[in-house]
């Protein structure tokens, strides 16, 4: 893969180990060949260089899912990708198209399951992570499409995993194809459940396993033409026949014989078995248990696994009397005869066997025992009877042996195939191929010899199928390819089944010699074959012979060779057996033809092996053949062991290497143009500023290095073999060119960074010297200018004492004269005040004296006055009070007389009358008021007079003014105190006087209001008149109230098996009162009383007459009215005040016919199929129905309810309120319907407020109508999600980032246009989710269906991006998570735009993509703990979930690396416990398709619908039998 110039010192290589098999590590010098090797476990390894091969360093961390996109496709390489995965639980792998599956030895369950089968169904190939269901989808897609039969070779050694695989692909074949039919077990079960009876009687312990199959199987699917499982069949091949009479130790024989030996003690007697080591067929070995496996339970399981195929408990005694036959026939022993070359018996023992045999077979001991020693030679002339010798004997024993274990299980499969059932007429078939992988052990027999031939065969079989589908990648690509050679393995196969010289030809001849033996076929073998490259002969051995096979040197020993190959067919076995009495043993022998079973023929085991083998190739190379290679990774088959010789010896043995070397022949290294231009862009990075095209670009590249050979495909560069290691060797130099001028500016920029740093240090110490020397400066400087401040002080301060001793003496002088001059001021200023105030006092009183007097003059006036304006405001009042009551009795009688008319005017004019009552309480309560405001103002003017007089007779009284000064002050207070009161009473007088003008106002008022109520009386009168017309006019109407209620009397005497009896009895309605209908109304009395009284009168047969006419009438219109209903809603009626104007008037139509409480109608039957009719795929009409049925079973929940739900009869019910006694009114009585009318939403209200009990019709259209609701919910979710399903395939993986980002600052609108489509298929998205939530609004979808609607088209994207998430590595990298994260964006900011009435909870169902798109996109993602991604990152998703997408992520933006190798090993352990506890495992989410709402919910969800106001459409509204849905409230 590399040449030794592409190695170099540094460079990263493996070099093969005696314990790991490969090992990497850097190359760390060069000697001419020799190179050194510091390997990663510590070592220094000096090898050839020719024998180093190169390490990818750049493979993702997770290894690739496809190993033709490695790098160097070499055996270390594909070793160490198989062990990374397998490291990860990623136990598939491809290589092309074939499928590399490593056995986990543990439960992966969410790996498998529905779930998973339904991400691959359809998937393209290779789009998916591999999976065996992807190789099941692709046989069967290529069968149903290309109609032709398909295979699939699932190869490996025993415990690699090829019963498992097995089984997988059949449930996923049965998952897509299903059976024709549904009865009985499925062909998967079938098929599994027939294994532990092929195994039984199939499989061997070998050297290396314990349950090894000696046969081939061939499972065939058989398929009709629809692509459904017709059928199956079992076919089986090369049998390892020998292994019944020779086994070699430490090996045992088939299964069934042990078995047999461990059953109950009543079997062993019956068949008088024992010990296995008392069998010479057992005994040849010393191997007779296994461990762990316990052969009692093994044998009865096996009976049970019979019962379950079908064979009958006689066919199973048979089976082991057959079983046990054929031990006993091994001990059978002979010795020489009497006579020459004769045999007989040997001892009683074999007598006694023999003896055994023929009873167990039903035959004639003689008869066996003759045909066991002698021979009949049938010539021309004579039949010649020739006895055996001993060693004859023995083989003519063994060989009847043989022969009868073959046919007893040709048996087995015929009857399995019989109970699985086959197809005979199917054309299409998958056939499942599980056969024994290739064998090499340290002594190879003839049984190994035949295996590896078939996997010889086998092997060019799929050297072919992998060079075909290289010339097919390279004829895809057009590219040449015709010098490419075809490495094959014919000349393996001719030197072992060429004719005449091969080596199963010369083992055919060997035979049919009497006097060969191993030593003359060995020496035939080494003369035939000594130039032979592919035989080889040992040198100290003169029997054993090497072959030198694709998967490595196989020594055989030919000891054997001869005794294993002979199998005689001989008459004499077949006529003995053929008339054995027991039916079984004869149907194993049917009668030959004539010329057949005249004598005995030579038969070769080889030549037949060869012949079975080259059937099977024919059936192989008549389909279309698909491979899956399994791999056990450790012998001991514990997890999480990976044993690298082991599995490279498997990869070997599988032909994977040998797959990868026809690759390397050709063009092993492949990278799209796109990948080869991020990697080896940087070799030319001038080529990549241009804007020519990318294949111009590589081949530039590829020029400029120099390499020959290449090939540009259309899509891909293909490389021979060692290019890409000369590519890396080039981009090394370039990257290591680039990392020393990185490292040449570091350094400069480090060693600039400490100069720097240096010079600024020594700033630094320069600056603090400098200040120290200036702080010292300082500090002389202020000492200097503190004893200047301290003298100035001191000077300072002798001189103020001085100045201040002076200055106090003078002010001292200056006050004591000043003192003086101020005492006689103030004494000349004291006197002249006090005579001030004598004369201001006597001028007070003089003057308030007379002040007095005139205001008591003119308060005593004043009052005289208001006095005489109040009695006649009182006079007058009183005159208006008895006019209040004139009044009153008017309108008293003007109520009773509107109270003939009306209970509502009544009610009307009492309530007036209250009003007016109110107001005279008033009145009389403002005249009680006035009165007492005039004792309060009598009151106070009494008062006032004898403080008057008191005023008076204490001026009086007083002494002259000349009195000492205390009486003065004394009179002065009291006239203080007197003024004050006066004010007091001022005051007081003031505010009555504002009460009685308040009252006055209020007096004005009542009298205007009274105007008004006399003005509302009239206006009422007014009102009266045009009731009495209306009346008139709804007089015209009782004639159809008539006939509705005889039509309800008919119906009612129809219903009842009484009706005759009933019909003659008088129709008396009788109403009961109670504390809710209060009294009757003397109307209705009256008018119940005439009806009776009529009644009573009318004969019965004339009262029969007179019904049935209206009957049949009204029956036929009331079909008109529901035709013309059908017809109507037939239509889009549209909406009003966001009301569906269909589903109100099927409503209102069905309350008013009384529909709902009929025990047989018609009308629901017509209105579901009407709806179903209407449905269709658009938005709009579903949007339109969806409104109309969910309003219309929002009524019919608030209106029905089952029979005998309520406690009331509906008569009562009815009767409870004013509209029910009018209502009952009209029912009794024609002459009063005229009142039903009288409130216009009489009718309305009563549908919206009571409810009815639903009959049988009524709750099953309510069924019905529940189910279409459910139907067109699910239909309009659906719709949206085919409309976003193409999208969302868009938007889970980013556009691929332009090369330009390769080049620094070039082609950016590139990579701007990537990202704009990007967010191009999210916007179109949000547009779908605009348009749709656009249609739901226009047709006014209740809120609560449009969340429920978008919260499960919401959860239906985050399964369908989180699913695509982790089933595609592609899109688990760091950019993929920007672009998916820029686009959850969108949707969240249409959530918001959406408003929470809409959109709900609906960004809450997106949690699991919106974690794991905020894995993807944080950074360091090592250091996150467990805790942290679990608790905080990503708290919704399982351990499984964040494992896959931990192991999957690669950062293709900066390189980084995922959570680290503990958190990893963190999550295995716990996932392995969750496994153990049988905790669901699976990592993809399910789509829920339920509906998530009852009828409870939308009843509890939507509010009360007012349907009164609902105008009828305009094909209705004129006719006369929707004239109540014209009824409307004023």
């Known amino acids: 893969m590399a040449a030794p110039d592409n190695i170099v010192v540094g460079s990263h290589v493996w070099v093969e180990d005696p314990v790991l098999a490969w090992v990497d590590g850097e190359v760390s010098r060069i000697n001419g060949q020799e190179v050194h090797v510091h390997t990663t476990n510590g070592k220094t390894v000096v090898t050839n260089v020719s024998k180093v091969l190169p390490k990818d360093t750049e493979a993702p961390p997770g290894g690739v899912d496809d190993m033709t996109k490695l790098s160097y496709l070499h055996e270390p390489g594909v070793l160490q990708n198989l062990a990374t995965r397998y490291e990860l639980n990623e136990i598939y792998t491809y290589t092309g198209n074939i499928l590399i599956a490593v056995n986990p030895f543990q439960r992966l369950p969410h790996l498998y399951g529905t779930h998973m089968m339904e991400q691959y169904k359809g998937a393209a190939f290779g789009e998916l992570s591999p999976h065996v269901f992807a190789v099941a989808d692709v046989a069967y897609r290529a069968m149903i499409n290309e109609g032709k039969s398909n295979s699939i070779l699932v190869s490996g050694e025993s415990g690699a995993g090829k019963t498992e695989t097995t089984k997988m692909l059949m449930q996923y074949l049965a998952y897509l194809g299903g059976r024709s039919g549904t009865e009985g077990r499925t062909v998967e079960q079938q098929v599994l459940e027939s294994n532990p009876v092929l195994e039984a009687f199939g499989n061997a312990k070998t050297v290396r396993n314990n349950n090894s199959s000696r046969f081939g199987k061939f499972v065939e699917i058989q398929f009709d033409k629809s692509g459904r499982i017709s059928g199956a069949a079992v076919r089986t091949y090369l049998l390892e026949r020998s292994r019944v009479c020779q086994i070699s130790d430490p090996e045992r024989n088939y299964h069934c014989f042990y078995l047999l030996c461990s059953a109950p003690p009543e079997d062993i007697e019956k068949y008088k078995l024992g010990n296995p080591r008392s069998f010479h067929y057992l005994n040849q070995s010393n191997c007779y248990q296994l461990d762990g496996v316990n052969d ?39 010795a020489k005869g009497k006579e020459i070359d004769s045999s007989v018996l040997k001892d009683e023992k074999s007598r006694f066997h023999l003896k055994m045999t023929a009873e167990l077979l039903m035959c004639d001991e003689k008869s066996l025992e003759d045909a066991l020693c002698r021979r009949v030679m049938v010539t021309p002339e004579e039949v010649i009877t020739r006895d055996l010798d001993p060693v004859a004997a023995m083989i003519s024993r063994d060989g009847l042996a043989k022969t009868i274990y073959s046919r007893l299980f040709d048996w087995l499969v015929d009857k399995i195939n019989v109970s699985i059932g086959q197809d005979p ?243 092993p290294t492949r990278r799209t143009f796109y990948e080869f231009l991020h990697r080896f862009g940087v070799l030319a990075p001038e080529v990549l500023d241009g804007n020519s095209d990318e294949v111009v670009e590589c081949k530039k590249i590829l020029d400029k290095i ?17 290019q890409m290691a000369e590519l890396d060797t080039r981009r090394a130099v370039v990257l290591g060119n680039a990392a020393r001028a990185i490292q040449r500016q570091i350094r400069t920029h480090i060693a600039r960074k400490e100069f720097i740093a240096l010079r600024k240090a020594a700033i630094q110490l320069q600056s603090f010297w400098r200040g120290e020397v200036a702080r010292q400066l300082y500090e002389n400087m202020r000492r200097d200018a503190a004893a200047v401040k301290v003298q100035k002080n001191l000077r300072k301060y002798l001189a103020r004492k001085s100045y201040t001793r002076l200055r106090s003496s003078s002010i001292a002088i200056q006050t004591g004269l000043r003192t003086m001059a101020a005492r006689n001021e103030f004494r000349f200023r004291k006197q002249t005040k006090a005579a001030i105030i004598i004369q201001a006092q006597w001028r007070c009183h003089r003057d308030y004296s007379h002040y007095k007097s005139l205001k008591h003059s003119a308060i005593t006036y004043q009052c005289a006055w208001r006095q005489r304006i109040a009695r006649r405001e009182l006079r007058k009042l009183k005159m208006a009070a008895r006019e209040t009551g004139a009044l009153k009795e008017a309108k008293d009688k003007l109520e009773k007389r509107v109270e003939e008319l009306t209970w509502r005017l009544q009610l009307e004019k009492r309530l007036r009358t209250d009003l007016e009552e109110a107001k005279a309480l008033e009145v009389a309560k403002l005249q009680d008021s006035l009165h007492a405001m005039q004792a309060q103002v009598e009151e106070a003017h009494s008062l006032l007079v004898k403080e008057r007089e008191a005023a008076r007779k204490a001026i009086e009284e007083a002494p002259p003014v000349i009195k000492e000064t205390p009486v003065l002050v004394q009179d002065t207070e009291k006239i203080d105190a007197l003024s004050a009161e006066v004010e007091n009473l001022k005051v007081l007088l003031q505010s009555e006087k504002q009460r009685a003008d308040d009252t006055q106002r209020n007096f004005v008022e009542a009298q205007e209001e009274n105007g008004k109520l006399v003005k509302k009386l009239e206006g009422a009168e007014g009102k009266v008149d045009k009731l009495q017309d209306s009346l008139q006019r709804l007089e015209e109407k ?111 139509c069905l309350l008013h016919w009384r529909s709902f409480e009929v025990e047989r109608t018609s009308v629901f039957d017509r209105i579901i199929q009407n709806i179903g009719s209407a449905i269709e795929e658009s938005n709009d009409v579903l949007a339109y129905w969806l409104s109309n049925a969910s309003t219309l079973l929002l009524l019919l929940q608030r209106t029905l309810k089952a029979t005998g739900a309520a406690s009331m009869t509906p008569q009562r019910r009815r009767s409870s309120s004013l509209f029910g006694r009018i209502s009952q009114g009209i029912r009794a009585s024609p002459q009063s319907a005229g009142f039903s009318f009288i409130n216009g939403r009489m009718i309305s209200g009563m549908d919206d407020l009571r409810q009815v009990e639903a009959k049988y019709p009524a709750l099953l259209f309510k ?152 894995f993807l996109v944080i950074h360091q993602k090592p250091k996150k703990t467990l805790n942290e991604i679990t608790r905080d990152l990503c708290p919704v998703l399982s351990i499984q979930q964040i494992y896959r997408i931990s192991t999957m992520y690669w950062d293709d933006k900066y390189g980084t690396h995922s959570v680290s190798s503990e958190v990893i090993s963190s999550m295995r352990v716990m996932m392995t416990e969750d496994n153990n506890n049988a905790v669901s495992s699976s990592f993809l989410l399910d789509d829920d398709s339920s509906i998530p709402f009852s009828v409870d919910d939308i009843s509890k969800s939507l509010e009360q619908i007012d349907i009164s106001d609902i105008d009828p459409p305009p094909l209705i509204r004129e006719n006369s039998g929707f004239m109540f849905l014209s009824q409307r409230s004023e």
């Open 706 to 722: 120099g390499l020959k050979g290449y090939q540009i495909g259309k899509t891909k560069v293909f490389l021979r073999a060692g």
């Open 1263 to 1414: 069924q019905q109508l529940t189910a279409y609701l459910e139907k067109i919910y699910g239909m309009v979710r659906d719709n949206l999600k085919k409309e976003i399903s193409p999208l969302l395939g868009l938007c889970i993986q980013a556009p691929r980032t332009s090369r330009a980002s390769l080049v620094k600052g070039t082609r950016s609108q590139a990579n701007y246009e990537a990202q704009k489509a990007l967010i191009a298929h999210w916007q179109s998205i949000v547009k779908s989710l605009n348009n749709f939530l656009k249609t739901l609004k226009a047709n006014y979808v209740p809120s609560f269906l449009v969340r429920k609607v978008f919260n499960q088209i919401f959860s239906f994207i985050n399964v369908q991006l989180f699913n695509s998430l982790l089933l595609r590595r592609e899109c688990c990298s760091f950019s993929n998570g920007e672009y998916v994260k820029a686009g959850l964006a969108e949707l969240e900011h249409w959530c918001y735009e959406a408003t929470e009435e809409y959109a709900g909870s609906a960004w809450d169902e997106l949690k699991h993509i919106r974690q794991a798109v905020g």
């Open 425 to 667: 007429n199917s054309k299409s078939l998958i056939g499942v191929l599980d056969i024994y992988g290739f064998e090499s052990f340290k002594s190879n027999s003839f049984e190994q010899f035949c295996i590896n031939f078939t996997n010889e065969k086998l092997q060019q079989h799929f050297n072919q199928h992998v060079f075909k589908m290289e010339q097919e990648e390279y004829t895809k690509e057009e590219i040449n390819w015709s010098y490419i050679e075809f490495i094959d393995n014919q000349d393996v196969l001719d030197l072992i089944e060429k004719k005449p010289g091969g080596i199963i030809a010369l083992l055919d001849e060997a035979c049919m010699f009497p006097k060969s033996t191993h030593e003359t076929f060995a020496q035939k073998l080494y003369q035939t074959f000594a130039k032979n490259k592919r035989f080889i002969k040992p040198k100290l051995s003169r029997t054993n012979f090497i072959i030198s096979h694709y998967a490595g040197e196989v020594t055989y020993q030919a000891d054997l060779f001869l005794d294993k190959n002979k199998d005689y067919v001989v008459a004499e076995h077949q006529d003995l057996l053929n008339a054995s009495k027991c039916p079984f043993v004869a149907g194993l022998f049917p009668r030959l033809p004539e010329e057949s079973s005249k004598s005995s023929k030579f038969s070769s085991i080889g030549t037949r092996f060869k012949q079975q083998l080259q059937a099977l190739m024919e059936t192989l190379n008549s389909t279309e053949p698909h491979y899956i290679r399994c791999v056990k990774p450790n012998n001991v088959l514990k997890p999480s062991i990976f044993e690298n010789f082991n599995v490279i010896q498997q990869l070997r043995c599988g032909g994977v290497l040998e797959a990868i070397r026809i690759s390397c022949a050709g063009y």
């Open 1038 to 1148: 009782l004639t159809n109230l008539e006939s509705e209620n005889q039509v309800l009397r008919q119906q009612s005497l129809t219903m009842s098996p009484t009706s005759k009896a009933l019909a003659v009895r008088p129709k008396t309605t009788i109403i009961q009162r109670s504390p809710e209908n209060g009294n009757i109304l003397n109307g209705e009395t009256k008018a119940i009383t005439k009806f009776q009284d009529v009644q009573l009168a009318t004969p019965v047969q004339r009262e029969v007459e007179v019904e049935e006419k209206p009957q049949k009438s009204l029956n036929e219109k009331q079909q008109e009215n529901q035709d013309l209903l059908i017809k109507c809603i037939s239509q889009d009626l549209g909406f009003a005040g966001g009301k569906p104007i269909a589903a109100c008037i099927i409503y209102k």
């Open 296 to 334: 009692a339970h093994e044998y009865l399981a096996t009976r049970r696994a019979m019962d379950i195929v079908g064979i009958s408990e006689p066919e199973q005694e048979a089976i082991f009397r057959v079983v046990a036959a054929i031990l006993h026939l091994g001990n059978i022993e002979f």
